[in-house]
């Protein structure tokens, strides 16, 4: 049986920075398993720009920016296997994979870093009445046929949700030529971000629909059109404001689902909120020696903050791989979201074994203006900075110092304080 | 004339209502810090986008390409014509030139991801 | 000249197709979709029906429960996924009890074996989940659970491995009578044959028609449902039914034989025979009725919801009958037709013989080997089998764990598939939480490579008309 000290799970930008992280700290026996034939994930089918701002201090697109750091797995001689499906991992850290040249393998891991990303929401989760023709894709799929396999699938197109990805598949099909009627978004609000609303919409005259869903899908083998209505503040359709927008395409951009079943099946504790792992501020999840990082974790809007949170997932799996045990769980203390909060990652805290300053990230419930962000200990104020404004769409990182956590011995609350 | 943008440097995403004349500026409100009115000036006087799309290969395979500086926005359609139009031939390597000048612009593009 | 032309390439079609193949005939089986199993064969509760349900000395009742036994040993020689997991009619209200008792009776009369009614108390002791409004419920330990997909095309290749015809994508337009049988007219040529076996489905009315005077009238009946991820398949174990009160026919909850978990559906007639549209209303009543029977459905788990329509003929009961000299009809196969579907073949087997001579086929294959299931099989024999054919170590589709071997050998086996939905039916690759978003792209190039057509020439469902000269 071959032995590793990592095993990382999933080789695309939050494998990819895990494995490096590790070898920065030294760890020598590696290994990433990919299912793809090429490392960088879902990054290969992103070719738009905007990407590795904060890692690069360049704007790239998202394969330059897999590339980079495929380079340095390359560079630092990591070990990596493609077209390679890990099947199961057990609490045991034994990991089984599947490729064409070694069939079914077991293989022991001293830990294994979950780096397996995210999928899209499919129409069948969303519960859009009608017919089930040709011609609905997540957008996700969508931008795999159109960049990957250079196959466009249609030419009249409406959008549901507002997605960063429906948005940036907006501008793409209508640069190869289709023409995007609308993108009907259920909420008040975009969950995309707002340069892709005017760089991708808005240049282009594409209307987003606030408020709006799909409530009826035509067509029997081929879709021949969609009906948006506007909803109530109860996302309850309003009778009347139905209108039939012809379109031989449907593109769902309507969220993201960490895809957890390996963890599951391992025994890892999800949380319900952002269907990611339970982890400590190492990033390990409840399975000792068992890490999660990037979408695996909670889906995330730019890659640059799967880098830096994969990384230290690889810190911490290398500190537990020398150390050779899980941090004193006697330490632990617990972070409650509260007030405006939707959760928090990480949700717990080993206050006596901190590598470092600690990041707490999450996202917020709805739009908050001029408010503050405040993280308390009791009645001890740790962290409050002011904002003008929080969006659901938008990640949220404060870091906490390890010298104001080390004191620390009862939970901490993440709350928003509306002025 | 005035026109209406939406600031995109922060997600307060602020509502601007720029006065001008021909390409100058001449006020902007709306806008909550200096950085609207930067944005404001530029998406005016010359706006600019970079362009990223595939190009078919000789041997049927999309080639990722971008342009290495944004062009004119008004040029996005005939450039993305321009760029298709390039003949590319496998294997290709990220950061090579397949347009050196595209269109007068004065902007290369070039190949954002390896393809064999 | 073919001896006897079967229109519709359903399961009662595929079945008696499977079951005239014993024989040496000249069989034809013709299919308006580009697959079989397109119609209400693959849109229903893929339930093997007690046969407790119909009324006593019905075709119904017969055919169910001869059918019901004949599956329970078809699956083994056909290789189709079939699992005898149990049913239970459930009743909230203690006046309901003489309404349970007769359906006992019923069942008894009709000779359902194991019947008995237990208390609300005992049903939840081996099915916890159920609500505890439960006061009584039929136990019927013959019931099971089928793949339809899989049966129907355990039919149609078995039949096909014994020489029967299979023209898909092909609509009969017209039937003309001529000296010693009939000829069919189809968008595609014209074909004679002997007798005609017309399993149409929705369609079975127009197509008697074509032929006899009218006799029955087939109304498509509308059922909705939802399927959940297999997170969800153990909230129940067995079968679960509701005793229809004054609020009409309830709703089943039960497991699928791949352990997804399945409600619906609803029962509403329509018009339009191709109206296989899910509606709001239709959905929030699955929601409604189905959570009578188990509190906390997780409805957040539902993958997929879809629409099958059940051809409802007027006279009550399946209508099998020699309508014109040779011309048969299987009309008004609704539930329980799948259950019953190797029970109408024989039935049509037995009228077709009052006509003609049969005689047994000397090289006849009683059995069928189905698709390699990789994530069913043992290390060993998985290693062995990449060993072979390294397709078989490179997975496609992760949520259903299928390997690239298995959608080869759906392409490329006999009445192989051609559409993302044919690769689906036949190895689940799509079917499962993400509904293919990751494995669509990957099928589709090992369609168009293997059909030899192009990427956008790949269709979803329906009619291949461009792969087909390819």
Sequence with gaps: MREFDIVIVGGGPAGMAAAVSAREQGMENIVIFERDNELGGILNQCIHNGFGLHTFKEELTGPEYAERYAEKVRDMNIPYETETMVLDISKERVVTILSRNRGVEEIRAKAVILAMGCRERPRGALNIPGFRPQGVYTAGTAQKLVNCEGYVPGKEVVILGSGDIGLIMARRMTLEGAHVAAVAELMPYSSGLKRNIVQCLDDFGIPLLLSHTVVDIKGKEKLEGVVIAEVDSTNTTIAGTEQFYPCDTLLLSCGLIPENELSKNCGVGIDPRTNGPIVDEGLETDIDGVFACGNVLHVHDLVDFVSEEAARAGESAAAFVKRGCAPDSTSAIKIVPKNGVRYTVPAEIHTADLLGDVHIRFRVTGVYKDCSIVIKAGDDELVRRKSRILVPSEMLDIIIKKEKLESVSCDITVEIEEV | ?116 | ?470
């Design chain 2, 1 to 116: 004339m005035t026109r209406n943008l939406i600031c995109i440097n922060c997600p307060m995403g602020c509502e601007l209502t720029v006065e001008f004349d021909g390409g100058k500026v001449i006020s902007v409100s709306g806008n909550t810090c200096k950085r609207g009115e930067i944005y404001a000036e530029s998406e005016i006087s010359n706006p600019t986008r970079t362009i990223t799309t595939t190009v078919i290969s000789v041997e049927g395979r999309p080639v990722p390409v971008k342009t290495a500086q944004p062009v004119p926005k008004g040029m996005i359609a005939e450039c993305t014509a321009a760029i298709k139009a390039a003949e590319v031939h496998l294997p290709v390597k990220v950061g090579q030139v397949i347009i050196d000048d595209l269109l007068g612009t004065g902007s290369q593009v070039t190949v954002t991801k390896s393809v064999q």
């Design chain 3, 1 to 470: 000249m073919y001896d006897v032309i079967i229109i519709g390439g359903g399961v009662t079609g595929c079945a008696a197709a499977a079951e005239l193949a014993k024989y040496e005939l000249g069989i034809c089986v013709i299919e308006k979709e580009s697959d079989v199993c397109e119609g209400t064969s693959k849109a229903n509760s893929a339930i093997v029906h007690a046969g407790f349900d119909a009324e006593p000395g019905t075709l119904k009742a017969k055919l169910n429960v001869r059918g019901n036994a004949m599956i329970r040993e078809l699956y083994k020689k056909l290789d189709f996924a079939f699992k005898q997991n149990g049913a239970m009619v459930l009743c909230f209200d203690e006046a309901q009890l003489p309404d349970l008792e007769k359906l006992l009776e019923k069942g008894k009369k009709n000779g359902v074996e194991g019947l008995e009614i237990i208390t609300g108390d005992e049903a939840r002791a081996s099915e916890p989940n159920l609500s505890a409004d439960v006061k009584y419920a039929l136990y019927a330990p013959t019931s099971g659970i089928v793949c339809p997909f899989e049966m129907t095309l355990a039919f149609a290749e078995n039949a096909f491995e014994n020489g029967a015809e299979f023209k898909l994508s092909t609509m009969v337009t017209g039937i003309e009578k001529m000296s010693g049988g009939y000829k069919v007219i189809t968008d595609k040529g014209e074909f004679e044959t002997r007798a005609i076996f017309n399993c149409a489905g929705v369609y079975a009315d127009d197509i008697s028609e074509m032929v006899a005077e009218k006799r029955f009238t087939i109304t498509p009946r509308k059922g909705e449902y939802m399927l959940m991820d297999r997170d969800a398949g153990s909230t129940v174990s067995h079968t679960i039914f509701q005793l229809p009160t004054k609020m009409g026919k309830g709703i089943l909850v039960t497991p699928t034989v791949h352990g997804n978990l399945l409600v619906g559906p609803t029962a509403e007639n329509i018009d339009d025979k191709e109206n296989t549209a899910t509606t709001a209303s239709g959905i929030a009543e699955v929601k409604a009725k189905g959570s009578l029977s188990v509190e906390g459905l997780p409805f957040n788990k539902v993958i997929t919801s879809f629409t099958g329509l059940r051809a409802v003929g007027d006279t009550h009961d399946f209508i099998i009958e020699e309508a014109a000299t040779n011309f048969f009809n299987a009309a008004g196969i609704e539930s329980p037709g799948l259950t019953s579907a190797p029970a109408i073949a024989e039935m049509l087997r037995e009228l077709l013989s009052n006509n003609t001579d049969l005689k047994i086929k000397e090289n006849y294959k009683a059995t069928r080997k189905g698709l390699v299931h990789f994530a069913e099989l043992d290390r060993k024999s998985q290693n062995a089998l990449i060993k072979e054919n390294p397709a078989y170590g490179n997975i496609v589709c992760r949520c259903e764990t299928i390997t690239e071997g298995e959608i080869i050998d759906a392409i490329n086996r006999p009445l192989g598939a051609t559409t993302l939905d044919g690769v689906k039916r036949r190895t689940r690759a799509g079917m499962g939480r993400c509904q293919a978003g990751f494995c669509s792209p990957k099928t589709i190039l090992l369609l168009s490579e293997k059909l030899g057509c192009g990427i956008g020439d790949i269709k979803k469902n329906g009619r291949q008309e461009v792969c087909e000269d390819a």
